[in-house]
């Protein structure tokens, strides 16, 4: 049976936080052009505010697409996770907006009771991940789309100190959204965000992508984000 996304939340533990964990991120090539009309300044503290990461996926099939709903700005994220079918898949992950910037990746009015006391504003104390993903039943996340998200988590629990909640994107806007969809193995990912044992090293990053200032607004990924 398969589960279901409206579902997924863990809260992390308060013991055995992470420490030093580096994550294989890269900016974007020209998203520094972009972010600012997408991104707006948090209302809490950018460090002791945090309390949620929000794990999404693209509906779309390409990291170009995901950053063309940027360029249009019409939503954001923190980091990108290529797809399989991308050079930069196995080696790196995209870094598309400051962390200590509110990115617009969830519905100002949403909420849930089990996040953060049912605050509203999630963007405000959370950071957000997308994930490359048609969200349809044929398209699996890879291995390392799983294990390279929950590494950023880790590296988000031993950076933030009230960090408590890695909620989907589904639980917080139920009626609006479904991802990061059924086939996200949640279970697989939330044991590797609590895993003691560190990843293997990612390969040395060398690929890079076509320049945000040449990808056309919503080329494709019109749905991604809100």
Known sequence: MASDPKTYQFDLPTTNRPTDVSIPETWYPGIRNYWSECTTQRDVHPIDGIKAVVIHATAGTSSEGAISVMRDGKASFHWLVPDENEPQH????????????AAWHVRNEVFHADVNAG???VNHWSLGIE???TQTTADRF????????????????AKYPNLRHI????????????????NFPWDKFKSLVLSSNE?????AFTTTARNADDISPSAGDSNCCF
Do not use: M
Not at 90 to 101: D, Y
């Open 90 to 101: 196995g080696q790196l992950i995209w870094a598309c907006a400051p962390e200590t910037l």
């Open 119 to 121: 605050r509203t504003r």
């Open 131 to 133: 994930v490359v993903n």
């Open 142 to 157: 890879s291995d390392w789309q799983v294990a390279v998200t929950a590494k950023i988590v880790r590296y988000c629990w």
């Open 167 to 182: 909620v989907s994107h589904a639980k917080l806007d139920p009626d609006h959204r479904t991802d990061p969809g059924v």
């Open 199 to 203: 990843q293997a090293p990612f390969a």
